[in-house]
């Protein structure tokens, strides 16, 4: 599985971005997709995931309600809306595959990095 991640920017406090990840490599609606994040000097962060059945579920109440997981199978990409967005936001936002359920995220992008300033 290939991942490309992208939509990452700088953006003030209190903004939106849309991040997208396209995957190629195997049948898109097969996988379980995840978003990640890891700001400077802390470990990597699941944000959430949205299962191949469209289950969703969002592990941090730091971005419940601002955060919105998605997916669109005819484009094989997921998405991650992100609004009202904080300094603390800063990290580097990853997208992940699982390719069989339980197994883990074993499939990685590349990363995109997203500032929000002050």
């Known amino acids: 599985v290939q991942l490309q991640a992208s939509g990452g920017g700088l953006v003030q406090a209190g903004g939106s971005l849309r991040l997208s990840c396209a995957a190629s490599?195997?049948?898109?609606?097969?996988?379980?997709m995840g978003w990640f994040r890891q700001a400077p000097g802390k470990e990597r962060q699941f944000i959430g995931g949205?299962?191949?059945?469209?289950?969703?579920?969002y592990s941090s109440d730091s971005v419940k309600g601002r955060f919105t997981i998605s997916r669109d199978n005819a484009k094989n990409t997921v998405y991650l809306q992100m609004n009202s967005l904080k300094p603390e936001d800063t990290a580097v936002y990853y997208c992940?595959?699982?390719?069989?359920?339980?197994?883990?995220?074993?499939?990685w992008g590349q990363g995109t990095q997203v500032t929000v300033s002050s």
């Open positions: 490599g195997r049948t898109f609606s097969r996988l379980d």
């Open positions: 949205i299962t191949r059945s469209g289950d969703i579920t």
């Open positions: 992940a595959a699982q390719v069989v359920a339980g197994q883990g995220y074993r499939y």
